[in-house]
Nanobody, 127 residues
């Protein structure tokens, strides 16, 4: 059973940037859409961004548009989440997951539409 592996989290000051990576063996990441989710302390997990296998189409949670960018490097079998202008409210554990469809359709924020998850990487935004 494969596992997605997140990395790149850490401690960053407000206004800073981080780039998270989501890696999986072989062509797994190129099969279906990949979503990024996050869970802040004491809160429910929420959808962050999605990248499709159809021409790498992307979509984002409305509140994060313009600050976060999701991308794919097919040669490295890795999906990235570039996070800019980080704020304390961005603190949490960030997860990537493989969905069941190629496209980031209207169901993309639904966690039940994702079958395989990584263990997460901690992002802390604090001065």
């Amino acid at each position: 059973q494969f596992q997605l592996v997140e990395s790149g989290g850490g401690l960053v000051q407000p206004g800073g940037s981080l780039r998270l990576s989501c890696a999986a063996p072989g062509e797994i990441l190129d099969r279906y859409r990949i979503g990024w989710f996050r869970q802040a302390p004491g809160k429910e997990r929420e959808a962050v961004a999605c990248i499709s296998t159809l021409f790498d189409g992307t979509t984002y949670a409305d509140s994060l548009k313009g600050r976060f960018i999701i991308s794919r490097d097919a040669t490295r079998h890795t999906v990235y989440l570039q996070m800019n202008g980080l704020q304390p409210e961005d603190t949490g554990i960030y997860y990537c997951a493989e969905g069941r469809r190629e496209a980031c359709d209207s169901g993309w924020p639904n966690m039940n539409e994702y079958d395989f998850w990584g263990r997460g990487t901690q992002v802390t935004v604090s001065s």
